[in-house]
């Protein structure tokens, strides 16, 4: 596929640093711990490696609240070390994607220091301040602005009250962005996921929200794909990427919708390669992410045939479960229970085979779980601490409240790494910085390697499938079954070539005998499956999954 770019037919792992691999005992991971397992990144076949931030952090927000955007954080090693790990991966043919968050930094960034020092400060216009906060709220609870004491002024921050968001109306504030980030490309990384970059443009004059429309925060139709946005990402192509080769540029994007990511990665108006949506992530919730429902398969099978159809002709897709923020999704949409192994390979297996990108987070290839968390001190994500304080203190029950908090919470994602079954999962030989989920004994690195029939092994031949056949990255997509509320079917098609790919996302027998052709098809060669023995006919078992090529 000369004409068409790398990352079509590439498969991405993200590692949460934090969480991966412990090298020197601290009970926090680190690249030293990166570089010991890139044996098991390359058995897996994937393509790039994306480090959630390692820079230099009060790690308030786990790295997302960066203080200094040149460095390494001593927690992570040094930037020798970054060095090492980035020729180790291109020595084995891998690429390395940085996170970037520059919507914001942290409050002890000295810009920031210096901003907040004075109302005159030459700083004083690269951050929001204002006399009299507006209405908006922050993705953290409570409200978007602080009062700084230094001057009787507030600032503004979407996320943390550390998080103080970037005024990117300021050109000095873009070329000191742009300027960093060509010395990264410089270095030889490969590209960036950018944090919640289509936050970066908000509506001048920062007016009350009235709805908190596209993004559940108050304000955020004030900030979410902002009137410059198409602008700044434009002018920062110009500035950092034009020019250079090969790389991949993922933009995070809260609230986007199709016909925004359309625009964002069409290649003719060079902005990004593809964008991160979240509306698959929110089918299951309404408003807030505490009180969660049963996802209605077809809800997803409209929205992914949407993004599908929205994208087919120009722009690309990424396509994810998982990553830091979002809970297991064994546990969300599959059976962590009985049918966890047969359940994540099935989940694994719809998602892949779409047209997109697709994005493994670290564990999610050996169907890792949520975590029963016992108590608020078992947690460490400010979000879920914040939430949990302000909801007892506006009188819930605290009992009812972290019961609430279990299936959606972020600590989920960031228990430690199982590498084994030993006493905390091989993950560090210190005390955890978080606890380790107890069921390392059976759900391990060492085990699913081990055993032919693993999640792992699943994982393995997905990428392998991607790699090798051209349908699955560049085949059109055609849903089948739509108002199916147990059965996931589709069909990818390339030249000749076509794939039926059918799931049974239930733990139920289902069939189908309703896709047109479905004999034909059911006779056609089986590229891969789940299931054993090697499944024929027009049922399918629970969490059956099956690649069908004609
Ligand atoms: O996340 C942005 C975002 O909108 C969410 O995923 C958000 O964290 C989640 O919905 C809260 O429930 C990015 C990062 O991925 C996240 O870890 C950071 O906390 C956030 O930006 C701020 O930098």
Not at 195 to 205: C, E, L, Q, R, Y
Not at 330 to 350: P, Q
Request: glycine share 8%; charged share 25%.
């Amino acid at each position: 596929m000369p004409s068409e770019p790398w990352w079509k037919s590439a498969v991405v792992y993200q590692i949460y640093p934090r969480s991966f691999a412990d090298s020197d005992g601290d009970g926090i991971g680190d690249l030293g711990g990166v570089r010991a397992h890139l044996d098991h990144l390359q058995a897996l076949g994937i393509d790039v490696l994306w480090l959630s931030p390692i820079y230099p952090s009060p790690q308030d927000d786990n790295g997302y609240d960066i203080s200094d955007y040149e460095d390494v954080d001593p927690v992570f090693g040094t930037l020798g070390e970054l060095d090492a790990l980035l020729a180790d991966l291109h020595a084995r043919g891998m690429r390395l994607v940085m996170d970037l968050v520059v919507n914001h930094t942290s409050d002890e960034h000295p810009w920031f220091v210096e901003s907040r020092a004075s109302k005159d400060s030459p700083k004083r216009d690269w951050y929001f301040w204002r006399e009299q906060p507006n209405n908006w709220t922050s993705a953290f609870s409570g409200s978007a602005w602080e009062l700084d004491e230094a001057t009787g002024e507030h600032y503004l921050h979407v996320f943390s009250r550390k998080q103080p968001d970037l005024n990117w109306e300021n050109p000095d504030v873009r070329e000191a962005v742009y300027s960093m980030m060509n010395r990264w490309l410089d270095r030889g990384v490969d590209g960036f996921r950018m944090d919640v970059v289509n936050f970066i443009s908000k509506t001048p004059g920062l007016p009350d929200g009235a709805t908190g429309a596209g993004w559940r925060q108050l304000g955020g139709e004030h900030y979410v794909c902002g009137p410059r946005i198409h602008e700044f990402l434009q002018e920062m192509h110009r500035e950092v990427f034009a020019g250079r080769d090969a790389l991949l540029n993922v933009g995070e994007m809260p609230g986007v919708t199709i016909e925004d990511a359309k625009l964002f990665t069409d290649p003719a108006r060079h902005e990004v390669d593809m964008v991160f949506q979240f509306e698959h992530v929110n089918l299951d919730q309404d408003g807030t992410k505490w009180k969660p429902f049963p996802l209605d398969l077809r809800d997803l099978k409209r929205s992914f045939g949407r993004w599908q159809e929205g994208l087919a002709e120009s722009g690309w897709n990424s396509l994810y479960w998982n990553n830091h923020d979002q809970p297991r999704i064994v546990s969300r949409w599959g059976d962590d229970g009985e049918h966890r192994v047969r359940s994540a390979k099935a989940l694994g297996t719809l998602l892949h085979l779409h047209r997109g990108t697709p994005y493994v987070y670290q564990g999610e290839e050996l169907g890792m779980t949520n975590m029963a968390f016992g108590s608020i001190g078992e947690f460490r994500d400010i979000e879920a601490l914040n939430h949990y304080a302000e909801a007892v203190a506006e009188g819930e029950d605290p009992a009812a409240v972290l019961a609430s908090m279990q299936p959606m919470n972020r600590d989920n994602a960031r228990t430690p790494m199982q590498w084994d079954d030993s006493p905390h999962a091989g993950f560090t030989a210190g005390e955890p910085w978080i606890g380790v989920n107890p069921n390392h004994a059976e759900i391990n690195a060492a085990a699913a390697i081990a055993d032919r029939d693993s999640v792992f092994h699943h994982y393995r031949r997905l990428i392998e499938l991607r790699h090798d056949e051209p349908a699955v990255a560049l085949g059109d997509f055609t849903m089948l079954l739509e108002d199916d509320p147990h059965v996931y079917a589709f069909t990818r098609a390339l030249e000749g070539t076509e794939l039926l790919v059918v799931v049974n996302v239930s733990g139920e027998p289902a069939s189908f005998a309703a896709i047109p052709d479905a004999e034909a098809w059911a006779g056609a060669e089986l590229v891969l499956t789940n299931a054993e023995p090697e499944p024929r006919g027009l049922e399918l078992g629970p969490w059956e999954a099956r690649v069908h090529r004609r």
